[in-house]
């Protein structure tokens, strides 16, 4: 029997994850803002829906996948919206990296339509989420959490509960975003710290990826960066620009000083008013070369 289910956001992220779906079995209703990314799946038996509010069936399931607070809100509850006819049993698994807040709010509204939410976002780049490879966060009610199992199996590699408090989630993966773009700023230093000694930046990036600091982060963005691998961005860096200004807003409102995090933000702000929105986000990199004089081949 076909599992019917709606997916909504079909970026880098979200098209790897929806074809797992199909690939899993289930009947997959699909939407997206650019319609040329939906109809790629046409052939792998997805439908198309011509609406956030198409896409999905009253009672059922949907998965979304956007890029911010603001896409998630205006597909959940603008005009066309899944929420109102999602309705009564219906579950909406956000997958997206949002504001906790953002997340309590669409709960209270899906609430009011008899609808459940489950916050589920992921760690892992677009390569990870094809295999599936993702590690999946999750919070909210233990029956949502039972009800969209099957569905997160078909998606990652490991589940990771954090409660009921639907934001939790949202939560941890906004610190990880935080400990990976940390991670990155100390491997550009000292990359460029070896570099200007006359070390080679793929030997020093490979010796520490294999020994102390031998972990999927150091590893994977060790290569990206001693290559300058920017180009396809696997994240951009306007979205690791906004994900940032999300972890300052809610350490601000929680009253937690975080300054690795303003000057992270600092390292974007420079790149993006230097036009590299579109490059990976591990390009804030070529801010720590340039303030070293040395010379990095990109304007």
Not at 58 to 82: H, K, R, S
Not at 174 to 179: A, D, E, M, P, Y
């Amino acid at each position: 029997m076909t599992k019917p289910i709606a997916f909504v956001g079909l970026g880098a992220m979200g098209s790897p994850m929806a074809r797992n779906l199909l690939a899993a079995g289930y009947a997959v209703t699909v939407f997206n803002r650019s319609r040329a990314r939906a109809e790629e799946l046409l052939p792998l038996g997805a439908a198309l829906a011509a609406s956030p509010a198409a896409s999905v069936a009253p009672g059922g399931i949907v998965v979304t996948m956007l890029a911010n607070d603001a896409a998630l809100e205006a597909v959940t509850l603008g005009e066309d919206g899944l929420a109102a006819r999602l309705g009564p049993g219906g579950l909406h698994i956000s997958m997206s990296t949002v504001s906790p807040e953002t997340s309590r709010a669409l709960a209270r509204a899906h609430a009011q339509q008899g609808s459940r939410m489950l916050v589920a976002p992921v760690f892992g780049r677009p390569e990870a989420a094809a295999a599936r490879k993702l590690w999946i966060c999750v919070s909210g009610a233990d029956e949502d959490k039972a009800r969209a199992r099957p569905i997160l199996e078909a998606l990652g590699q490991g589940i990771h509960d954090f409660g009921a408090e639907v934001g939790a989630a949202n939560v941890v993966k906004l610190s990880g975003n935080f400990l990976i773009l940390a991670a990155v700023e100390a491997l550009a230093e000292a990359l460029a710290f070896a570099q200007k000694n006359g070390v080679a930046r793929d030997a020093l990036a490979g010796f520490f990826g294999e020994t102390i600091f031998s972990c999927p982060i150091y590893q994977n963005y060790g290569r990206i960066l001693a290559q300058r691998r920017y180009e396809p961005a696997g994240f951009k860096l306007e979205l690791g620009m906004k994900d940032v200004r999300l972890v300052r807003a809610v350490a601000e409102d929680a009253q937690i000083p975080m300054p690795l995090a303003d000057l992270l933000h600092a390292r974007l702000l420079a790149a993006l008013a230097k036009g590299r929105g579109q490059l990976d986000w591990t390009a804030i990199e070529l801010g720590s070369a340039e303030d070293g004089a040395i010379e990095t081949g990109r304007s």
